[in-house]
């Protein structure tokens, strides 16, 4: 008797690990064609009808990161793409600032033909693309400054900009240069490969509702808070920081299989304004963004460095780390931040400390951001207009005494967007921080011995540790900070990407993006 059969591709959990997906293979028959057929037919409805499944992806694979990580995890997932049906169109990057060359040159009405943008890569080709799409398109008005920075912007001139992200002229009072951080400024490096003008279509049909054609030949403007549009990461770099903080684990298979699935889950992302490049240089603000941590000082320094030793791969964080480390240099700065006093203080008092050396007793529990997170949720049904949101003017924030300064030399100055995770830290740089609560976790780390400072950083690598409650260390849970240097003595670190500026202005954007993912398991 003839057998007719037909196979339903499922994900189940691993049992030694319950977070990774594994995609399974079941195979049905049924002597009758037909009843195979119903059957089948029957499913496909069930799937077309989930309307958070993407349908057509615009993918970037960095051939290079994680010495050649990215080419294989992408050979590995892209069959699990056409089960799915999934149509992707892949630009595998040549050069650094290529996915934003790419993203930045295509109009809308291109745009909006895909349902998401994949980075096969790690945080440095996500924060390309993120800039990519958020320079041109998110419209917004500049981080509030305290009085006394020495920028303070004019209501008038701040709010609702649209930047063109690919204009190289010098900007006037409500544009923004937007040359991409950590890249060269020589002739042709960031022309982009497809003209806003005259850009060719990418060849994908449009499946997505929000494409239908408007009257006549206008083309809905994408913007960013955005409802269908996602972003996605397969993680083949050296860290993947932003993948372990949003599904708790750096596993090709079970990113690949959250995005075929349609997960969603919004991220806040910090904005960075850089007034000035260096203290003798002219105001000329340059808008860029992060989605998981900002650092001047230590981190930039381990960066800058690590660019030299990248033929060592993911160990040249290591060596460079090091290196710095040895060195132990401090900055000057001064920083301003909004005080949140809605929330109980994170660094405990300093008589908890015995003879400045111990550190400080351990804090309250902390809320770990998990899936379906509560404290995330309560923080968006709270309402976008609360009144401790940060005002889009900085004049109103002048007035506002809110605003905490701090001075002195610090050897790090760093703002974490999310807990920031990766296996040399496993809780992150700070365990606490939720994905789309509205709120950086600004650390002030302060000159201090060097065996000290040794000892802070090694309670990064132990699971369950506090690093946070030393003595020379500041916690500040705000929204906005801001930063002065009279040096420009380092650089900043951006997601991985160098930023140089001795005046900053960052302000957390709550849920300004959203990713396919869920959030870490239990």
Same mark, same amino acid.
Request: charged content about 20%; overall charge neutral; some cysteine.
């Given at each position: 008797?003839?057998?007719?059969?037909?196979?339903?591709?499922?994900?189940? +959990? #691993?049992r030694?690990?319950? $977070?990774p997906w594994?995609?399974? /293979?079941y195979l049905f028959?049924?002597?009758?064609s037909? =009843? @195979?057929?119903?059957w089948?037919e029957?499913?496909?409805?069930?799937?077309?009808?989930?309307?958070?499944?993407?349908?057509?992806?615009?993918v970037?694979?960095h051939?290079?990161?994680?010495?050649g990580r990215?080419?294989?995890?992408?050979?590995?997932?892209?069959?699990?793409?056409d089960?799915?049906?999934v149509?992707?169109?892949?630009?595998?990057?040549?050069?650094?600032?290529h996915?934003?060359?790419?993203?930045?040159?295509?109009?809308?009405k291109?745009?909006?033909k895909?349902?998401?943008?994949?980075?096969?890569g790690?945080?440095?080709?996500f924060?390309?693309?993120?800039n990519?799409?958020? +320079? #041109?398109?998110h419209k917004? $008005?500049?981080?509030?400054?305290? /009085?006394?920075?020495?920028y303070?912007?004019?209501?008038e =001139? @701040?709010q609702?900009y649209?930047?063109?992200?690919?204009?190289?002229s010098?900007?006037?009072s409500?544009?923004?240069n937007v040359?991409?951080?950590?890249?060269?400024?020589?002739s042709g490096?960031h022309?982009p490969?497809?003209?806003?003008?005259q850009?060719p279509?990418?060849?994908?049909?449009?499946?997505?509702?929000?494409?239908e054609?408007?009257s006549?030949?206008?083309?809905?403007?994408?913007?960013?808070?955005?409802d269908w549009f996602?972003l996605?990461?397969?993680?083949?770099?050296?860290?993947d920081a932003?993948?372990?903080?949003?599904t708790?684990?750096?596993?090709p298979?079970?990113s690949?299989l959250?995005?075929?699935l349609?997960?969603?889950m919004s991220?806040?992302i910090?904005?960075?304004?850089r007034?000035?490049s260096s203290?003798?240089?002219?105001?000329?603000?340059?808008?860029?963004y992060?989605?998981s941590?900002?650092g001047?000082?230590?981190y930039?320094?381990?960066?800058?460095?690590?660019?030299?030793?990248?033929?060592?791969g993911?160990a040249?964080?290591?060596f460079?780390?090091?290196?710095?480390?040895?060195k132990?240099?401090?900055?000057?700065?001064k920083?301003?931040?909004l005080?949140?006093?809605?929330a109980?203080s994170?660094?405990?008092s300093?008589?908890?400390v015995?003879?400045?050396v111990?550190?400080?007793?351990?804090?309250?529990?902390k809320?770990?951001?998990?899936?379906?997170?509560?404290?995330?949720?309560?923080?968006?049904?709270?309402?976008?207009?609360?009144a401790?949101?940060v005002?889009?003017?900085?004049?109103a924030?002048?007035e506002?005494p809110?605003?905490?300064?701090?001075?002195g030399?610090?050897?790090?100055?760093?703002?974490?967007v999310?807990s920031?995770?990766?296996e040399?830290?496993?809780?992150?740089?700070v365990a606490e921080?939720?994905?789309?609560?509205?709120?950086?976790h600004?650390?002030?780390?302060r000159?201090?011995?060097l065996?000290l400072?040794?000892?802070?950083?090694?309670?990064?690598?132990k699971k369950g540790?506090?690093?946070?409650?030393?003595?020379?260390?500041e916690?500040?849970?705000?929204?906005?900070?801001?930063?002065?240097s009279?040096?420009?003595?380092?650089v900043w670190?951006?997601?991985?990407?160098?930023?140089?500026?001795s005046?900053?202005?960052?302000?957390a954007?709550?849920?300004l993006?959203?990713l396919?993912?869920?959030?870490p398991?239990v």
């Open positions: 008797m003839q057998m007719h059969r037909f196979a339903v591709h499922v994900v189940t +959990r #691993s030694k690990h319950p $977070s594994i995609p399974c /293979e028959g049924h002597k009758n037909e =009843t @195979c057929k119903s089948v029957l499913l496909s409805a069930c799937t077309d009808g989930e309307h958070d499944r993407p349908k057509n992806l615009l970037f694979v051939p290079l990161c994680g010495k990215g080419r294989k995890n992408w050979e590995v997932v892209v069959p699990l793409f089960r799915a049906k149509n992707t169109k892949v630009i595998t990057t040549e050069r650094a600032g996915a934003y060359d790419t993203i930045a040159s295509l109009s809308d291109e745009l909006k895909f349902d998401g943008v994949v980075a096969v790690g945080d440095g080709l924060n390309e693309i993120l990519g799409l958020l +320079r #041109s398109r917004t $008005s500049y981080p509030p400054t305290p /009085e006394g920075f020495r303070v912007g004019s209501n =001139t @701040c609702g649209r930047n063109d992200g690919l204009s190289n010098m900007p006037t409500n544009t923004v040359m991409l951080p950590g890249s060269s400024n020589k490096d022309e490969l497809l003209s806003t003008a850009s279509e990418l060849g994908t049909s449009s499946l997505n509702p929000n494409t054609p408007s006549g030949d206008q083309v809905p403007l994408v913007s960013f808070p955005n996602r996605g990461i397969i993680p083949s770099g050296s860290t932003i993948v372990l903080s949003t708790g684990e750096r596993d298979v079970t690949a959250l995005i075929i349609g997960r969603r991220l806040d910090a904005q960075v304004v007034w000035k203290p003798s240089a002219e105001i000329l603000p340059t808008v860029c992060a989605a941590f900002a001047y000082g230590f930039g320094e381990v960066i800058r460095e690590s660019e030299n030793f990248r033929w060592m993911p040249r964080y290591d460079s780390g090091t290196m710095v480390f040895l132990h240099r401090s900055y000057e700065a920083v301003a931040f005080e949140n006093r809605s109980d994170l660094t405990a300093a008589e908890n015995a003879n400045g111990q550190p400080r007793q351990k804090r309250p529990r809320t770990i951001c998990r899936t379906s997170c509560s404290v995330c949720k309560e923080t968006s049904a709270a309402g976008q207009n609360s401790d949101d005002p889009d003017s900085s004049r924030i002048c506002n809110k605003w905490v300064w701090s001075k030399r610090f050897l790090s100055v760093g703002a974490a999310i920031c995770r990766n040399r830290a496993p809780d992150g740089l921080a939720h994905l789309s609560d509205g709120f950086l600004l650390l002030l780390i000159d201090c011995p065996p400072y040794l000892w802070h950083l090694t309670q990064f690598t540790s506090d690093p946070l409650t030393f003595k020379f260390v916690h500040h849970k705000t929204k906005a900070f801001t930063f002065i009279p040096h420009d003595e380092s670190n951006l997601d991985g990407e160098l930023f140089q500026a005046e900053v202005s960052v302000q954007c709550r849920g993006v959203s396919f993912a869920s959030g398991e």
